[in-house]
């Protein structure tokens, strides 16, 4: 059997030229308006990225993603790694997490809507609320699995409980952490372009979603395009800072998105 | 005891006649939800504000734009939002379920005699030939409960076809409406522009009715403030109606710049607006963006007497004695 040269990269490169390919096949052979060609969907793309207005756009999206992703973050670590070593915060959040867990998020911008407004604040709380379940159950797991006898050992030399879930639960939970973080990444994204869906004044949405209004298919296959590899670039990059903090704990071969 | 200095007193005199010019200053802004497509003149105040003196100075618009108008009524009911785009069935609902009341300060689009009407087509080749001959088949329309779904269940009864029982509606949205026929996921679809213009461009589909068809000067999309919001801001109000009676005029009088205006909004390329915009295959666009009561009324008694709102509305109840388009 014939293997891929090892080239750093060149897998994923062969299976995205795949999947072009196939697109451009398929839309040519369907040939419907809906489904235009890979090569036309893609020859739009740098006029949008040249557009100062589109940049703006993307921008304003891209900020709301980080500030819903960081507060997810900043909440849902603690509440997990607290869950993960108290059997009692664990049964409270638990059939809360397990409730809200399936709700799509994007169905509850509606209500959110009702309570925040139609700004930006009901959209970051819809990232918010898609990144945090993911960080939240990594880190219970990952609290969950710090050995019982190095906590023992900190106690013992007089180690507050504070003290201990940061500086011991914390870093031995971290790997399974930024599991979390990794797969929370993803679903800010997702979640920011799907809060975008009903109301929005700026963000990708208007572009995406004003150009699938009017049938303007080669600019929405594009702008997909795009949202797409910006989800590969910020998973790229996170997977660098995740490999930089706890590179020992794991081969970074072993993760891949969407299986946490 | 509490004893208070007049330097205290005055101190807190002058942060509350603060806080009150803050909050004057603040009302001031009036938050309008859009959508797209048709509704040139909000289109005109949004990228050209430098044509309407008031804007930015008098006061302020905080737009938001909307997937379609069901969610604007939400928001309107929410106090989330002043003034947005309505159809006339979704104002009805809005009033009727969650008791929203309303002004139609302005009409973006509509129908008259000679304009576009929103029509169904079926492949050139359909076996199709008449209303009758749709029973048993399937029907497009963009979304269900839609407004235009009035009159045609209205027209479908009139040529014996019970639209409840012997068609199979199938929701396909407007744009991909033309696919649909096209491909024969429904036998019938529903088309507007500017999806009707590139369809006729291409050929091979046919007109089989339009809304034209069962009555005339109907109203797709108004304008519509919040009662309490109007009745406490009437001259801000004022000023975006004046805006709005502006914004007609301006897309009107130009449309070299219009098809600009639309183009940077909607994001559609000029040559495709150019096929239909304000030609007389567009929809009907009122002088002043005047709302035709007496045609919302005749609208209103349709989705009476369609089933698609609970009971019987007034126009005239949702009509300013004086805010309403145009002003001048």
Redesign the interface.
């Known amino acids: 059997m014939t293997r891929l040269p090892g080239i750093p990269g060149l897998a994923p490169l062969v299976a995205f030229a795949g999947l072009l390919a196939g697109w451009e096949v398929a839309a040519r052979g369907i040939g419907?308006?809906?489904l235009p060609p890979a090569s036309r969907a893609l020859a739009e793309v740098p006029g949008i990225l040249a557009d100062p207005e589109s940049l703006i756009n993307i921008g304003a999206s891209l900020y709301r993603m980080a500030l819903g992703f960081a507060l997810g973050v900043a909440v849902a670590v603690p509440v997990g790694l607290m869950m993960g070593r108290s059997r009692h915060v664990a049964a409270f959040f638990n059939p809360l997490l397990m409730v809200i867990y399936p709700v799509p998020k994007a169905a509850l911008m509606?209500i959110i809507?009702?309570w925040l407004?139609?700004?930006d604040a009901s959209k970051t709380l819809v990232i918010f609320l898609g990144v945090s379940l993911p960080v939240v159950y990594h880190s219970y797991q990952g609290g969950r699995a710090v050995e019982e006898k190095m906590l023992w050992s900190a106690a013992a030399m007089g180690m507050g409980a504070p003290a201990r879930l940061l500086r011991i639960v914390l870093p031995a939970a971290l790997p399974e952490i930024l599991v979390g973080c990794r797969t929370g990444l993803v679903l800010a994204l997702i979640t920011m372009v799907t809060s975008e869906?009903?109301?929005?004044?700026s963000g990708v949405g208007?572009?995406l979603?004003?150009?699938?209004?009017?049938?303007?298919y080669d600019?929405v296959y594009a702008m997909i395009v795009i949202i797409g590899v910006l989800g590969l670039a910020l998973d790229a990059a996170f997977e660098r800072l995740r490999a930089a903090l706890v590179g020992w704990a794991e081969p970074s071969q072993a993760l891949m998105v969407g299986t946490t | 005891m509490i004893r208070i200095s007049s330097r205290t007193l005055g101190l807190a005199l002058l942060a509350a006649t603060a806080l009150g010019v803050a909050q004057a200053n603040a009302q001031q802004t009036i938050r309008v939800g859009w959508t797209i497509p048709a509704e040139e003149s909000k289109y005109w105040m949004m990228r050209r504000p430098d044509q309407f003196p008031a804007i930015g100075k008098d006061y302020k618009i905080e737009w938001v734009q909307f997937q379609g108008t069901a969610p604007m009524v939400q928001a309107m009911a929410a106090g989330a939002l002043d003034c947005s785009t309505q159809g006339v069935l979704s104002m009805a609902q809005g009033a009727i379920q969650a008791n929203l009341e309303t002004y139609i300060v302005a009409q973006h689009v509509g129908e008259r005699p000679g304009s576009f009407s929103v029509y169904w087509a079926v492949k050139e080749d359909s076996p199709i030939k008449t209303i009758a001959d749709l029973k048993g088949k399937s029907v497009g329309t963009n979304v269900f409960g839609s407004g235009i779904l009035g009159p045609m269940f209205l027209l479908l009864k009139k040529h014996g076809v019970d639209p409840q029982k012997d068609i199979k509606l199938v929701e396909t949205g407007f744009p991909p409406s033309e696919d649909a026929i096209r491909q024969g996921r429904v036998d019938a679809g529903v088309l507007v522009q500017p999806f009707a213009a590139r369809a006729e461009g291409k050929g091979g589909l046919r007109k089989l009715f339009a809304l034209a068809d069962q009555q005339q000067n109907i109203v797709h999309i108004m304008d519509v403030c919040r009662k309490d919001f109007v009745d406490k801001n009437p001259e801000l109000t004022r000023r975006y109606v004046k805006d709005l009676t502006a914004g007609m005029g301006k897309a009107l009088a130009d449309r070299a710049e219009t098809l600009k205006v639309v183009s940077e909004v909607i994001k559609a390329p000029v040559p495709v607006l150019d096929t239909f915009l304000l030609k007389p295959n567009d929809f009907a666009r009122e002088p002043g963006a005047a709302p035709n009561f007496a045609a919302i009324q005749a609208m209103l008694d349709i989705y009476t007497e369609t089933g698609m709102i609970s009971k019987k509305l007034d126009a005239a109840k949702f009509k300013h004695p004086s805010i309403v388009a145009p002003i001048q």
Do not use: E, H, K, Y
């Open positions: 419907i308006d809906g509606p809507m009702l407004g139609v700004g869906m009903i109301a929005r004044q208007n572009i979603f004003n150009s699938l209004d009017m049938a303007q600019t």
